[in-house]
């Protein structure tokens, strides 16, 4: 059902029968649903624009009576402004007014700003004003669906043509295709608008009916664009060009890379293309290498946390595992642990899959299944290879879990990563794994268990009121509420209107001391360890996320996601 006609029909202004009748007559004429009303006589041109202008709070335009100059119309060719159904109106420095039939389509004006790159400021037309524009301006003078629009903007370089999968392309096909120039403006705009908006992930996603780019901000996924269906095996190839893939490939998983060097600095992206039921999804994982944060202190931890930290990785010897989610800081929290211990004086070797930022003075190995270079065959070769310092991307099975503990018990020390819930459960994880309790007391040396929160955005943060109930449910000290003030971003362009900007980690450090070693001798539970550790002195990851949201560097919201009760 169209919008206008709910909203029309909420108001009464027609029935559900003339409704059903609109519908109808659009199914037989293929017309927009206030051009099929209008012709009916179920509502006039002007009373249809008065009532969806006064529904949008958007002010009505006169299409009749304007000129749209050539440099407003070589904005947006023809054949886009046919297939949304707008017209471009006038510019104002970095503002396009777009006049369109129906507001309620906010992904058309998604779309245009996206390949204008400017804002976009809405005002309504008339269907038939619309229609007549469209042929007044651009009829029989559109080329051929592609169009290179203003050269002074590269975002607006890029043109889309119409809707149309094209399945049975060949591999010379998506060569040729994936080499149009609209095609690689629109891949080299689409990973530059990622870097710029401060995305970790973009998302390429083709669907039966719908190509959608979505990008990860802060842990939270937005979708950018919508292009047209025609075009997804070209950007595929083109992407799997770009990361040296097998383009006739299309029914295996792909991993690749990409190097991109811009005015902005040097850029890596993680390829990974998998194939779907209706074409290939690619993700590329930004690896910027400017925003690796190396300075342990600038990472979250609170201060007893980062000392116990520390301590543990200085030892001579033992492990020291970092647990959490996938895309929880992990890695950047071991990047940061091996170059706090980068001295000429130590050998320092990782296994990791992928190898994702270069340390120098740090030997890197990235492993290749395929062949048979897993964690444990590197683990092996690092041995003999006279190390003090040995980094594992990540312990998954016994025989890495058995080799890792091994290394920690002969002299050297151990970093590596492990996907539990907390810290204490990383125990029960060993365990499971078929490790024995006394070799896990012998090597362990402590546990951190993190996740990450968003910041409120500094620019737009503003006071809110405190629920007292709430924040007792969130176990916040009786005697600390009132003492502190809550905070939430209102949204700005700074943050996309979302309210918050970048993410703080939010860390759990359980530290092997001797109440803990006796517990696990004696088979402990994850809960009796959890309670052994609190009363040992860790801090919980809800203890940890409640006191940054005290100091207000968080929300109540994002303390209820990153962590649980204790």
């Known amino acids: 059902m169209s919008r206008i006609g709910e909203l029309l029909l909420r108001e009464k202004l027609i029935s559900l029968a003339d409704l059903q009748r609109v519908q109808a007559e659009q199914k037989k004429s293929g017309e927009r649903f206030g051009a099929a009303l209008v012709r009916l006589g179920l ?3 002007s009373d249809l624009t008065q009532f969806i202008s006064k529904q949008y709070r958007t002010r009505v335009v006169d299409l009749d009576g304007l000129t749209i100059t050539p440099e407003i119309l070589k904005l947006l060719k023809g054949d886009i402004c046919r297939k949304h159904w707008v017209i471009p109106v006038q510019r104002s420095g970095s503002a396009l007014l777009l006049a369109m039939a129906d507001p309620s389509d906010m992904h058309v004006a998604d779309d245009i700003k996206f390949l204008t790159g400017l804002g976009v400021e809405v005002v309504v037309a008339s269907d038939a004003q619309i229609d007549r524009a469209i042929k007044k301006y651009y009829e029989n003078k559109s080329g051929t669906g592609f169009i290179a629009a203003s050269p002074s903007n590269d975002v607006s370089d890029l043109v889309f043509d119409s809707d149309g999968a094209q399945d049975t392309l060949g591999p010379l096909d998506l060569k040729e295709g994936s080499e ?20 970790s992930d973009i998302h390429v996603e083709p669907y039966e009916k719908l190509f959608r780019v979505r990008y990860r901000i802060d842990g939270s996924l937005y979708e950018v664009m919508k292009p047209p269906l025609a075009l997804k095996n070209a950007v595929t190839s083109r992407i799997k060009i ?29 390829v990974s293309v998998c194939p779907t039921l209706f074409g290939e999804k690619v993700v590329l994982r930004l690896l910027d290498k400017s925003n690796l944060q190396l300075d342990m202190t600038k990472l979250g931890f609170q201060e007893a946390q980062l000392a116990d930290f520390k301590d543990a990785i ?3 010897f033992g492990m020291v595992l970092v647990t959490g989610p996938t895309g929880s800081g992990k890695t950047t929290t071991l990047y940061s642990a091996l170059s706090e211990l980068n001295k000429t004086t130590e050998n320092i070797s990782t296994a990791e899959d992928p190898v994702e930022f270069n340390l120098p003075g740090i030997n890197q190995v990235q492993m290749h299944e395929d062949i048979g270079l897993n964690f444990a065959a590197a683990l092996r070769a690092f041995l003999r290879q006279d190390p003090d310092i040995i980094m594992v991307g990540e312990i998954r099975d016994f025989e890495t879990a058995e080799i890792a503990i091994k290394a920690a018990l002969t002299g050297h020390m151990m970093l590596s990563t492990l996907h539990t819930n907390d810290a204490p459960s990383t125990v029960s994880r060993l365990i499971n794994m078929g490790i024995e309790p006394f070799l896990i007391t012998a090597s362990l040396n402590c546990v951190v268990a993190q996740r990450l929160a968003r ?41 996309a209107e979302t309210g918050y900007k970048g993410r703080v980690a939010v860390y759990e450090v359980m530290v092997a001391t001797d109440s803990i070693k006796t517990a696990i001798q004696r088979g402990a539970s994850t809960a009796e360890l959890k309670i052994e550790a609190i009363r040992s002195g860790m801090q919980s990851l809800r203890r940890s996320a409640v006191l940054k949201l005290m100091e207000g560097i968080t929300t109540i919201s994002e303390v209820s996601k990153v962590s649980m009760s204790d």
């Open 242 to 270: 770009m990361s040296n893939l097998d383009i006739a490939e299309r029914r295996l998983p792909q991993d690749g890379r990409i190097k991109l060097r811009a005015a902005t600095g040097e850029m890596d992206f993680r």
């Open 314 to 316: 200085h030892k001579p």
């Open 43 to 45: 509502m006039s041109e």
């Open 180 to 199: 149009d120039a609209p095609v690689v403006k629109l891949v080299n705009l689409m990973l530059m608008d990622a870097i710029k908006k401060g995305a």
């Open 455 to 495: 910041r409120v955005c500094i620019e737009c943060k503003e006071i809110v009121p405190m629920d007292a109930q709430v924040l007792r449910d969130l176990q916040v000290p009786e005697e600390k509420i009132g003492t502190f003030e809550l905070y939430r971003g209102r949204g700005c362009k700074n943050c």
